[in-house]
């Protein structure tokens, strides 16, 4: 296991309007070695697709396509989120004044010392402060974007192939 995943970097990999070689040099990290999420992780996911599908931004067949490539990934769900709930997650959600969802992840980082990959500020804030190790977003600049995002954007359907079962 490399990191710990947060169904926002997963949805990131969805949507190629918020692709970045970052987010997608994560994307074949996990493909190489494999993440680690809460139990919660694919609920999170799948709201996430239903949710942009409710938006108009995809098809139904679309997501079920989608849910297909997320569920493919080598990403272990951690068997330990719900005892955990109770006592350790709860003192983080308590102390970062995060929601219990974003605090499972934080609490599953810390527990085995893996760096947290999450697009998601106050959960990065979390991990930060109770210093642990985060994946950071580089800023890319209005004129390197539109290189680097053909490239990356180009070439997600054949990452998407290794994993997608049909």
């Known amino acids: 296991m490399s990191l710990v995943l ?10 190629e309007d ?7 040099d994560l994307l074949d990290r996990v493909a190489e070695t494999g ?28 997501r079920a396509t989608l849910a297909a490539f997320l569920r493919a990934l080598p990403i272990t769900l951690d068997g330990d989120t719900a005892e955990r709930a109770w006592d350790a997650t ?11 969802y974003d605090a499972a992840y ?3 980082a810390q527990r085995r010392g893996l ?16 210093g642990g190790r985060h994946w950071r977003r580089k800023r890319v600049t209005p004129h390197e974007r539109p290189e680097r995002e053909a490239v990356y954007t180009s070439s997600i359907s054949e990452r998407r192939r290794r994993f997608t079962v049909w």
């Open 115 to 130: 760096p947290l990959a999450s697009l998601d500020q106050d959960l990065r804030s979390g991990k930060r402060r109770r």
């Open 6 to 15: 947060d169904a926002s970097v997963a949805l990131a990999w969805c949507f």
């Open 90 to 100: 709860a003192r983080l959600a308590a102390e970062f004044q995060l929601t219990v």
């Open 18 to 24: 918020e692709q970045t070689p970052e987010v997608m």
């Open 35 to 62: 993440g680690v999420a809460p139990l919660l992780w694919p609920l999170e996911a799948l709201n996430g697709l239903f949710a942009a599908e409710r938006r108009r931004r995809i098809a139904a067949d679309k």
């Open 106 to 108: 934080l609490e599953l």
